[in-house]
């Protein structure tokens, strides 16, 4: 049985740390004898090193080596040793590996020093010689050579649904319009870190910033030829990440590969700049043809999707399933091929795939509705998917019904004009748009071990993350809840790779996880806490089943007669022990693959658009999150409340500028690149609607990391079309282009 | 960082003969920018003089009605003073419009007028600047420019000037005072800045050995009718796409005296004092606003991502005008 009850809103167990400065980043560990380490990186996208003159910065005191692809150490030859657990198919990049450049910004040296300050001025003396060869960086220009790949890394376009192209034709009401973004960083607060501590036995211990310790680890051992008693990994604490996590970065390879050779402690942090030296959200170019019948019906919906990669390894994400999942139509195809350019392969970044797809296919039903005339609400309605087509499945629940009639009544939906271009106050043309959105709800198999001291105090643990999600605060909340504990009395261990086996924290899959497993050992505790019960004389448990007890109030008790009960200290100590420990490996049940189970949500926005200025201000927003059970209300606010501050970056500032002469990013820092301030955001409305679901995981959570943030970029430009009577099929909505489109 | 020797000065000649005898020295105050652009090897200084413990803090009404400004002074005190805030709430508008709240506690009124482009490709040493490095061209110019000028720009350097606090400044016509080796001098704001010319290494008027010390303001204030409206890419800090600074003199809605300048399109705050006189003794309505935002864009030339700034800050001035002369839509 899922637990139905919403979790309570409690602060998180990490907060007075985060808030005191006693939470340490990868960073900040500061072990006896720490060199610095500042990474240098090539200033061409294409060619080779001829050259790298190290000399000058060599004979300043106190700089230790100069690592370049000349005087490296032997690493693995292999591609498989390389690969991470999040790489997509190809050929990882490799550190220092050779002389050949593959993109601009590419790291190419390591200068290792006594002093932060000192390695930085050591690695400004370093000169390089080129051979450059022309480097292609240019997106639109290359779409002609788009190619489709030998793996999709998510999931493959699948065989077309009936007729497209005919029922296209045919249908009364068509739209055809291209959307396209712009490549985008992730920019999480805290730099990407590794501060790698030697020790005298040749073993390593590495504070890593990574969204799950145990990939920095394979990888080290991949790499390194490291045996895994040899490094440990740790991440106690991430400053955010939003998928540039996931893959182990330069920084952590050159940080351990200088450590392993000087035998000693090295740190290396990136700089801003070099934060847009890997990966990040390709760039999209997306064709949507939908075409519907008189009456609103979708007959056609055709998705062709370019999206950008590097030379060498083909990423892909999940842009293509959306139309199918939201909608049904018996008419369909989806296709998606790369782009392959001469920068660094591209990264799951939040929403990886549906952030884009969602919002092209969002904006493409709200012209859609425009020209069948319908409300773009009703229209969405007539069109609600009942079942998810694009793997043939029912969904284990579905409310997102609820999260559009919740929200439209939060936000007064239902006054407004349809008409574009109807509601201004002063300068400001006003708009309401909406769209929806979901994402996949998954459990992956995930360990956890929870262990009961004779004090009373619960030890659980997971090789998990908290990127700022959470993750501490809930593990605690379902470890405290299950075993009917107090949530002082828990205490969650996660960020290091000697704890149970966790997946990557990703895809919004932890809670469903990682919940599951701890929800599971907690049980399992309980158990063996039982059978030590009824070894005690005159137990008041004897012969019980475990389903026919509770654990509640920091007792193991009958549910029918809760006098008839033990304390959880008291069978410890009863039976002699300091301490019970449980493992479990969590497994998703079977019954899953029978159903698509995914979170769903409507977003509700009011734009003010000034248009003699260009300027777009978003005053009111409303996000109605259908989610399954809500763990902690407070910590799921946030969650949602930052997807939806992502949405405005991505749909009015978000943009990283490729410069196609030098084949570099160019707005490299966080004045040129845009996020909201807090300046930016006005009402922000949060509803999480109730859904139960027995199929989704033992918890009936489904994760919300990326729901709050897929459908809000959409619900932007939609709601400034309602405003202006403009179309904007091209992110970011920046001043320039709301001046300079003309189109009424 | 490339190493640098330090030195806290005590007065003001001896910051004057350090500027003079050390090679490559520097002035630090607030160090806001200065520090950025040490970390990314833009600016190597071999010394730097740290005038934070000179006595140029004060804010200070001057024989005659105006304002002395101390270069030291923080812009976030200068913005909240009571008499910058009665008398020249143009400044302090366009103070608060820029950067944030902690770097206006820590930047200083000269260092703001001293602060570099905020151009990308100046900041990276990889690309050519004619600014960061004489004669090695500017990759703006064909590059991504969408923030770069439409006004007086050289086939040199396109980029701007991004202080919202100097636009204001030119258009209340205040002064910048320095001292150099030969004395005290000051310098009319429309003369501080420079255009890029054929040495857009070189940003304002103000000699290498010479120190800010303070800057003076008219005893005209336009504190009943004046604006200063920033258009940019977020609600706050960011630089300026284009700014206006207005200030103007009326009698009922007839204009007697306008003074305008615009931010975020020059190499300089822009005015052009023959339009401004187009408006003297004009009605304060929109098509005489238009008139002079038509003369104060003529000569823009715009590059392949900036030709909306042209179309901003037309708009932008006349939206600018409207609110300081309290016009409705």
């Not at chain 1, 030829?225 to 040899?230: C, I, P, S």
């Not at chain 1, 450590?259 to 000693?264: K, N, S, V």
């Not at chain 1, 709800?441 to 009373?456: C, F, M, R, S, T």
């Not at chain 2, 606090?165 to 205040?174: D, G, H, R």
């Amino acid at each position: 049985m899922a637990a139905t009850k919403n979790g309570e809103a409690r602060n998180r167990v990490d907060g007075y740390q985060k808030v005191t400065g006693q939470a340490k980043y990868a960073g900040e560990w500061q072990p006896p004898g720490l060199l610095h380490g500042v990474v240098l990186n090539s200033t061409i996208a294409k060619g080779k090193i001829l050259h790298i003159e190290t000399e000058k910065a060599l004979q300043l005191d106190g700089v230790l080596q100069v690592f370049t692809h000349e005087n490296r150490p032997p690493l693995a030859h292999y591609d498989k040793s390389y690969q991470d657990l999040d790489a997509p198919p190809g050929t990882p990049f490799r550190p220092l590996f050779d002389n050949k450049i593959l993109f601009n910004m590419q790291p190419i040296a390591l200068v290792v020093a006594e002093s932060l300050e000192l390695a930085r001025y050591a690695a400004s003396l370093v000169t390089v010689n080129y051979e450059k060869k022309q480097h292609e960086v240019d997106f639109e220009k290359q779409l002609q050579h788009a190619f489709i790949p030998k793996d999709y890394k998510a999931v493959a376009p699948p065989e077309p649904w009936g007729s497209p192209a005919e029922a296209y034709h045919d249908a009364k009401h068509r739209l055809s319009a291209t959307y396209t973004h712009p490549s985008q960083h992730h920019h999480p607060m805290e730099p990407h870190a590794s501060t790698v501590l030697w020790e005298e036995n040749g073993r390593i211990t590495v504070y890593d910033k990574i969204q799950g310790a145990l990939n920095s680890q394979k990888y080290l051992m991949g790499v390194f030829g490291l045996a895994q008693e040899d490094v440990r990994v740790l991440s106690p604490f991430v400053g955010g990440a939003f998928g540039s996590g996931l893959r182990p970065q330069y920084q952590l390879f050159l940080a351990t590969m200088a450590a392993l050779e000087l035998r000693c402690s090295v740190r290396v942090v990136l700089s801003r700049p070099q934060m847009f030296s890997f990966g990040h959200r390709p760039k999209t170019h997306q064709r949507f043809s939908l075409a519907a019948s008189e009456d609103g019906q979708l007959q056609a919906m055709i998705q062709e999707v370019y999206g950008e990669t590097s030379r060498f390894e083909d990423y892909s994400e999940n842009v293509i399933s959306w139309p199918l999942v939201l909608y049904n139509c018996a008419n369909a195809s989806l296709s998606y091929k790369l782009v392959g350019l001469d920068v660094y392969t591209p990264l799951d970044m939040r929403a990886p795939g549906g952030a884009s797809g969602i919002f092209a296919l969002e904006c493409a039903m709200d012209e859609l509705a425009y020209q069948v005339g319908m409300n773009p609400l009703d229209f969405r309605l007539k069109n609600y998917a009942e079942k998810d087509q694009f793997e043939d499945k029912p969904f284990s629940s579905k409310e997102l019904r609820e999260c559009f009639r919740q929200g439209a009544e939060k936000f007064g939906w239902k006054n407004r004009p349809n008409q574009p271009r109807t509601m201004q106050e002063g300068h400001e043309l006003i708009g309401w748009g909406l769209a929806n959105g979901a994402w996949e709800a998954n459990q992956k198999p995930a360990h956890a071990k929870a262990v009961l001291a004779v004090d009373g105090k619960l030890t659980v643990s997971s090789a998990t993350a908290d990127i700022g999600t959470g993750t501490y605060t809930i593990m605690s909340q379902v470890a405290a809840e299950t075993m009917g504990l107090e949530l002082e009395q828990v205490t969650f261990k996660l960020g290091d790779s000697s704890l149970p086996k966790a997946p990557l924290e990703g895809g919004s899959a932890t809670a469903s996880s990682v919940g599951s497993a701890v929800r599971e050992a907690c049980r399992q505790l309980g158990k063996k806490l039982l059978e030590l019960a009824q070894e005690v004389d005159g137990s008041p448990l004897k012969d019980i089943p475990f389903w026919e007890v509770e654990m509640e109030a920091g007792q193991l008790r009958l549910k029918k007669d809760p006098t008839k009960a033990m304390a959880l200290t008291d069978i410890l100590h009863q039976n002699q022990k300091d301490s019970l420990a449980a493992t479990i490996d969590s497994q998703p049940s079977e019954e899953q693959d029978n159903y698509a189970i995914y979170s769903h949500s409507a977003v509700f926005v009011e734009v003010r658009v000034d248009e003699a200025l260009g300027t777009v201000r978003v005053s009111r927003m409303v996000n109605a999150i259908a989610g399954g059970r809500i763990l902690n209300p407070k910590t799921a606010k946030s969650q949602i409340l930052g997807g939806m501050v992502w949405g405005v970056g991505m749909a009015l500032e978000e943009e990283s500028v490729m410069d196609t002469h030098y084949g570099r990013f160019i707005n490299h820092d966080l004045a040129g690149y845009h996020i909201p301030v807090n300046a930016d955001l006005q009402e922000l409305d949060v509803i999480f609607v109730e859904e139960e679901d027995d199929i989704v995981n033992p918890i009936g959570a489904k994760g919300l990391g990326e729901v709050g943030n897929v459908a809000v970029a959409p619900a932007i430009v939609n709601a400034i079309f309602h405003a202006t009577g403009k179309r904007f099929r091209d992110l970011p909505v920046t001043v320039d282009k709301i001046l300079e489109n003309d189109e009424v | 960082m490339k190493p640098f020797s330090y030195q806290k000065v005590m007065g003001i000649t001896e910051a004057v003969s350090d500027l003079k005898e050390k090679n490559q020295s520097y002035i630090i105050a607030g160090g806001t920018n200065l520090l950025d652009l040490m970390k990314v090897h833009v600016m190597q200084p071999q010394h730097l003089i740290d005038i934070n413990g000179l006595k140029l803090h004060d804010i200070s009404e001057r024989d005659g009605g105006g304002l002395h400004l101390g270069a030291l002074a923080s812009n976030a005190q200068t913005a909240y003073h009571p008499l910058v805030e009665g008398r020249y709430p143009l400044l302090s508008q366009a103070i608060l419009a820029g950067a944030s709240a902690q770097l206006r506690n820590k930047a200083t009124n000269g260092g703001n007028l001293l602060q570099r482009t905020r151009c990308s490709y100046f900041y990276d040493n990889s690309t050519s600047c004619n600014k960061r490095e004489p004669e090695s061209g500017c990759a703006a110019l064909h590059g991504y420019n969408r923030d770069h000028a439409i006004l007086g720009h050289s086939e040199h350097c396109i980029a701007t000037h991004p202080s919202d606090m100097a636009v204001a400044l030119a258009a209340l016509e205040a002064r910048v005072v320095a001292t150099g080796p030969d004395g005290a001098r000051s310098i009319p704001m429309a003369d501080f800045h420079r255009l890029p010319s054929n040495n857009p290494q070189v940003d304002s008027n103000l000699e290498a050995e010479e120190l800010i010390t303070g800057i003076q303001l008219p005893p005209e204030g336009f504190a009943e009718h004046y604006a200063y409206l920033k258009v940019r890419d977020r609600a706050s800090y960011s630089f300026a796409l284009v700014s206006v600074a207005v200030g103007l003199r009326m009698e009922g809605n007839t204009i007697l005296k306008a003074r305008v300048a615009l931010g975020g399109v020059a190499h300089k705050p822009w005015r052009v004092p023959g339009a401004e006189e187009l408006l003297e003794g004009k009605e304060a309505d929109r098509e005489n606003f238009k008139v002079l935002s038509e003369a104060y864009l003529t000569g823009s030339e715009a590059f392949k991502h900036n030709k909306f700034k042209i179309k901003l800050a037309k708009q932008t001035l006349v939206r600018a005008l409207m609110q300081a002369s309290n016009l409705k839509l």
